[in-house]
């Protein structure tokens, strides 16, 4: 059959399909428009009738504090959680422990549990840490970087276990039939074939952390709130139309981060499964 | 060389599980320390202040579950979610079997837009759709220059701006989760039906929908879970009408600070989102051991 007879048959679900998309980028591309428009005061004009990029200059100064925040967190996050999520994966595929399902279904637990839920959850267990012991994670980096860690282990799990259990284990045991150390083995076998589960564990803490609202919004305070964070405070209480020009970056960046790991990871570990 | 093989039968493998114990004990404390200490919060009595009794009560959950405000905002964040699961379904579907079929190279580029849509946070997302859901926004000024209707449509604010704002969240994990589901469906059943003389609407009916039911429940459910404990969306887009139960949850943090009865409605959600996921589960069980023919 030819494509376009196909294509004729199925017209409908095409139809659905463009609807689909025009929905979940219409709101995307509304923001970046709107963030052009020169008199710009409380609504959304379309077409634009001053073109202009005045907002962009006028970003306050806590926006852009928030997002070195965010990015500081979200970085440190990805670099935790990857390196004990790989540890994890390592231990669960290569292990040779008969209860590793039951394992995994233990690190998964932390997608199991509403956002919210954990940001409560950690709001008050910070509250009663700070009253035992004097030292009080709210309102810290820390503090976000550990809940964010919680909830982002699952996820580096998910990739980097994915890809080593792609790997055949005769390599590993050809490396040590030819008499590689633990160690060699390791760093000069194991390491290099799952870099790609690395990258992707990389991506998603990063990701998942950078764009957190529920659980960061009981945390965060002071001198440390994250980007998304401070968007939701100002959407919730007032409105900036200098928030649609920082919108327009954070998108911009976005799309950019996603496409350099589309090129280096390839889309099947970036694409999130129903497993994970 | 046989050194090596001596070394090799001693029982030199790997001992890859101690990488298991750092992250477990990792996991294990940032999981159980804060949940337990915070159901225990949960039937604790508020004295205001952020302040609580020494004494355990139950009264927290007795009020949850005898105040009809309480019971009220159960029941909307059910119906919302389940609201939201099917619009997402009825529109993920067809998209997600749309893309798994075509055989061109758009297709990656349809879903790294899918991916986009995903990993741009949620609170942007949310604010794109306030600028075009308004009263004077695009959406309703299409509306009524096309005549569909004659007075702008509330889209904002109130439980329809919720619903399309959970539907914005949930699609695109949604339709990659179902793109990955008809894929293993093999396309030369559709082919061999229609040979048959099925029509289109037959085929769909009674072969790929059966053959994807599995993977339509695990997406629903998936999809039922996220919205129940959604809450950029309900905060921002119910406007502070819609009282959800993650809602509810902040406003008794924020406004009432009242971390026991937050605790409580906490635990009553993670519950009920526990008790919904077992029984679906069961029920699926049920499902596929009554359609195996005896």
Request: overall charge positive.
């Amino acid at each position: 059959m030819s494509p376009l007879a196909r294509f004729r048959r199925q017209w409908f679900f095409w139809l659905i399909t463009a609807a689909l998309y025009f929905f979940l980028l219409g709101p995307i591309f509304a923001i970046a428009l709107a963030s052009l428009e020169g008199k710009q005061t409380y609504h959304f004009q379309f077409p634009p009738e001053a073109l202009s990029l005045a907002w962009y200059g006028k970003i306050p100064h806590k926006y852009v504090h928030a997002l070195g925040v965010s990015v500081a967190v979200a970085s440190i996050t990805a670099c935790l959680s990857t390196l004990i999520g790989g540890m994890a994966a390592i231990g669960l595929v290569r292990g040779g422990l008969r209860r590793s399902d039951t394992l995994q279904a233990f690190f998964n637990v932390p997608l199991q549990v509403p956002l919210v839920v954990t940001g409560v959850v950690f709001l008050q267990f910070y509250n009663q840490f700070a009253i035992l012991t004097g030292i009080d994670f709210l309102g810290s980096l820390l503090g976000l970087v550990i809940v964010h860690v919680f909830i982002t282990i699952p996820y580096s799990i998910g990739t980097i276990g994915s890809v080593l259990m792609r790997v055949n284990p005769r390599l590993e045991e050809a490396a040590r039939t030819l008499g590689g150390s633990e160690w060699s083995i390791f760093r000069r076998v194991l390491l290099p074939v799952v870099k790609p589960g690395i990258f992707a564990g990389l991506f998603y803490g990063f990701i998942v952390s950078f764009g957190d609202v529920p659980t960061a919004v009981f945390i965060a305070s002071g001198e440390f709130v994250t980007l998304p964070v401070e968007i939701f405070q100002t959407l919730q209480f007032d409105f900036d139309p200098a928030v649609l020009a920082l919108s327009t970056i954070v998108v911009i960046l976005s799309v950019i981060l996603i496409l350099f790991m589309q090129k280096v990871v390839g889309l099947d570990l970036v694409l999130p499964s129903g497993k994970r | 060389m046989k050194a090596i093989v001596a070394r090799h039968r001693s029982g030199a493998r790997p001992r890859w599980h101690l990488f298991l114990w750092a992250p477990l004990a990792i996991s294990a404390a940032l999981l159980i320390l804060p949940q337990a200490s915070f159901v225990w919060m949960s039937f604790h009595k508020n004295l205001g202040m952020g302040l609580v009794s020494d004494t355990l009560v139950l009264d927290n959950y007795l009020r949850i579950l005898s105040d009809p405000f309480y019971l009220g905002s159960l029941w909307l964040t059910f119906r919302l979610s389940l609201e939201a699961t099917v619009f997402a379904l009825i529109l993920g579907f067809p998209a997600a079997y749309c893309l798994a079929r075509a055989r061109s190279s758009w297709v990656s580029l349809l879903v790294v837009l899918l991916l986009i849509s995903s990993f741009v946070t949620i609170v942007i997302k949310v604010l794109g759709l306030s600028l075009v859901l308004g009263q004077e926004g695009v959406v309703n000024q299409f509306l009524q220059a096309v005549g569909i209707v004659s007075e702008p449509l509330r889209l904002l604010n109130n439980s329809s701006g919720v619903v399309i704002g959970l539907v914005q969240y949930t699609l695109p994990f949604l339709v990659m989760l179902l793109f990955g589901v008809v894929q293993t469906i093999p396309v030369s059943l559709e082919e061999a039906a229609e040979l048959h003389g099925a029509s289109r609407a037959s085929t769909i009916r009674r072969v790929i929908v059966p053959l994807a039911l599995p993977g339509l429940i695990a997406g629903g459910l998936m999809t039922f879970n996220l919205n129940m404990g959604a809450f950029t969306s309900a905060v921002l887009l119910g406007g502070g009408k819609v009282l959800t139960l993650p809602v509810l949850i902040q406003r008794k943090i924020f406004l009432d600070v009242d971390y026991p009865l937050a605790a409580c409605l906490a635990t009553v959600l993670v519950v009920l989102v526990f008790l919904f996921n077992v029984a679906s589960v069961l029920l699926l069980r049920w499902n596929m051991r009554s359609q195996r023919p005896s």
